[in-house]
Nanobody, 117 residues
Framework: QVQLVESGGGLVQAGGSLRLSCAAS????????MGWYRQSPGKQRELVAS???????MYADSVKGRFTISRDNAKNMVFLQMNSLKPEDTAVYFC???????????WGQGTQVTVSS
């Protein structure tokens, strides 16, 4: 099994910044990709940003230019630097990973990000 643990959420005023971290632990696996999703009440979980082991990244249109995803492959970690936060960024943010270990896709427990206006 692979465990994903997020940290770094919290309460911030609009225009502020937060940095989320996610660490993958376990044994006998490699990671293909890691990413961040978010879900707010009454809405479906949506992709925020993702990063492959080869270095390719993608972002939701709503966060382009404000959020940056980065990885530390040696430590199996992924980060999400969130700048110029808006109230509509308020959500629970989940770390996600595709690995070589069945069932291949893993999720963290989520971390709350609240942006006040």
């Amino acid at each position: 099994q692979v465990q994903l643990v997020e940290s770094g959420g919290g309460l911030v005023q609009a225009g502020g910044s937060l940095r989320l971290s996610c660490a993958a632990s376990g044994s006998g696996f490699s990671i293909y990709a890691m990413g961040w999703y978010r879900q707010s009440p009454g809405k479906q979980r949506e992709l925020v940003a993702s990063s492959t082991s080869g270095g390719s990244t993608m972002y939701a249109d709503s966060v382009k230019g404000r959020f940056t995803i980065s990885r530390d492959n040696a430590k199996n970690m992924v980060f999400l630097q969130m700048n110029s936060l808006k109230p509509e960024d308020t959500a629970v943010y989940f770390c996600q990973s595709y690995t070589t270990l069945y069932p291949y896709e893993y999720w963290g427990q989520g971390t709350q990000v609240t942006v006040s206006s």
